[in-house]
């Protein structure tokens, strides 16, 4: 079994994670969040203008910090209507709550005809023995909704319907975005690259 660090405090993110690789499977992994390393609430600032240089940032530093083997993610929603707006921002983009940012949002949106947008994930892996570090990209094409539906999931969730589909991935819950989600994507990008990676180290 390999112990692999998760940097985020967000623990919404931490079950998806976990659950996905699970359904992807991987069993030889056991996520490590950072309350079992005994750095909850340590947080890494996020001054990368790229979700790859984010996701470095959170994934080198906690495995410089403690020498676990740890990946990463950094997301955010691209809105085409917005010039691509909030992206590598969306966290911040509103003050205040999840609910807060996608009211923002909707009234950005306001009178615009093109309601389409993307979800896109950037996963980072650090091995800080063997100084490696390889990236996973993923993106889940969608719509925005006239208004926020639904209660589960995180973020902007409540407001984003997934193509393919009439309701938003909150609506939709945990089964449907495990398999279709951008960070889904990019975590089935790593388990491919993880079990070449297993086999070139067990031969
Ligand atoms: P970060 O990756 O921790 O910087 O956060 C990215 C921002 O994008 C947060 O505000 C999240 O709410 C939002 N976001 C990222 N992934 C998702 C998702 O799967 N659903 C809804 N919102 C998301």
Redesign the pocket.
Known sequence: MTELLLA?N?G??AR?IQTILHHLGIEDIKILTLSDVHLSGFAVE?TGHT?ED??TLKAKTLADKTRHLTIA?????EVTALGHK?G?Y????AKGS?TD?CHKLLKELEGKEDRSAK?V?VIVYIDPHGNERHVFHGECKGLIAPALQGTH?????PL?VPEGYHQT?AELGSDV?DQI???AKALQAFATWWKGHKKVHET
């Open positions: 985020t967000n919404g993110k998806e996020e979700y984010n996701a993610d950094d997301s955010g929603i909030p590598v969306s966290a911040r983009y999840d940012r979800f994930c999931g995180f973020g902007y969730d984003f991935m975005k989600s951008h960070r």
